[in-house]
């Protein structure tokens, strides 16, 4: 090999070190939300749910999106999905304009959205089957036994909806939407209904498979509750009371992973990001504060 070439070898892996560097430190954005304004008709006349919204996520965050009720939470969110059309702006995810719903984008809902008529195997299977196109069925059905089994609910998946518990019924939820393997992971107050013991575990096995998936999935939650949104999320969305709510604040939560709930509740940075928060979303803390 010439001078020249081993110049330009050496120029080559310098250049590709640079990437994969440039990469990791300052990972593609995954979604994109740009000066977007979402607009409902109404008998009243036009009701503005989100105004002028600039959201940027990189791949692989976990971001949490809180305010008040009907500051449009749900409706940003769903701009990501594709269920709702933004009025004006535009929404990309992994780099695509949304038009549409899309197996790139899986959705968990409070609700959970079982079939009750299905057992909890058939209820992954037939979503797997339905976005899942280029596997055969036994690859389908061993996705879904490995989903199943990572959220411990195998020996349960010949149950029907009706005879799980609310936190096992959003376990199946969560094995579900993550089997199709979605790029992005969207959460509308997956945990609101459960008990503090129930929902601090699903914060678990949902950071567990988030980790086995080596943090590649991008995860947008909306939530109320300032603790889980502080322990799950890289940063903290909130949003302006409604109507035509706007982005008030972004909360940067640089605590590192893992990380244990005993633990960071003592994190002097925890702490400062809890009441920094607070102050944003509770305007009012007795009823001195009215004099």
Known sequence: MSQTSIVAAKQDVIEIADIVLEQAYNPPKSIEI????????????I????????????????????GHSGCGKSTLMGTISGM????????????????????DRGIVFQNYSLLPWLTVYKNIYVAVDSAVKDISASE????????????????????????????MKQRVAIARAFSINPRILLLDEPFGALDALTKSAMHIELLKLWNLDNREKTIVMVTHDIEEAIFLSDKVVVLNNGPAATIKEIVDVPLKRPRNKKDIVHDPKYMEIHDRLLNLLIAKFSIDDEH
Not at 34 to 45: I, L, R
Not at 53 to 58: A, E, F, N, P, Y
Not at 141 to 154: D, F, H, I, P, S
């Open 84 to 103: 709702v059309q933004p009025t004006s702006g535009e929404v990309y995810a992994n780099g695509t304009k949304v038009n549409s719903p899309g197996p």
């Open 47 to 66: 009701y503005t749910a989100v105004k002028d919204i600039d959201l940027s996520v990189k791949k692989g965050e976990i971001v949490s999106l809180i």
């Open 140 to 167: 389908k059905a061993r996705l879904v036994e490995t989903n199943l089994k990572m959220v411990n609910l195998w020996e349960h998946k010949d149950k029907l909806p009706g005879q799980l518990s609310g936190g």
């Open 34 to 45: 740009n000066n977007v304004t979402v607009n409902f008709k109404t008998p009243k006349g």
